[in-house]
């Protein structure tokens, strides 16, 4: 098998895995159901990544850029009000794709604070690149404000989640 192959081969089990954890969230995450949603029997699954916590990272990688390219779609990058920034994260919760996204963040923050891994420094990592997207958005003087617009922008989400 070529590099390339192997490669491509790679990126779609990660989508596919990213696509089924979406759906099912970890509940039915098990190495058998993530090479199911792949197509592959779970040996072929270990074949390209060495754990199962390697393709989980790897999963909610892409799922962070996914997002991360919607939110840019909805507010691209220059200098905004903290509450326009707010406003746009809140309405992307009517995009069902979104929804099904952050019910899954909310499911890996309660593994993270359970010290559950990969997903503590998967969460970390996600809520820094969230960080560094919302800092580029605000005016210099104001940048030391995102992680306060972050925890506002998260709380109203968790709560807009339970409600619906």
Known sequence: MTQEVGKAKREQIV??????????GFTNSGIRALAVSAGLSDRMLMYYF????????EALALLT?????????????RQTPAAEIVS???????NPQLQA???????IVGLAVRGTEPYGQTAK?????????????????????APEILAQ????????????
């Open 101 to 107: 996204s952050l019910r899954l963040w909310f499911e």
């Open 50 to 57: 060495e754990t199962k916590e390697e393709l989980i990272a």
């Open 153 to 164: 922008v998260e709380g109203q989400l968790l709560l807009q989640l339970l409600r619906a």
């Open 65 to 77: 850029q996914n997002m991360a390219a919607a939110l840019d779609q909805l507010l691209p990058e």
């Open 125 to 145: 990592q996600i809520l820094q690149d969230w960080e560094d997207w919302i800092k580029r958005r605000l005016r210099s003087d104001q940048r030391h404000r």
């Open 88 to 94: 746009t994260a809140l309405a992307s919760t009517q």
């Open 15 to 24: 989508q596919s895995v990213a696509n089924h954890l979406v759906r099912e």
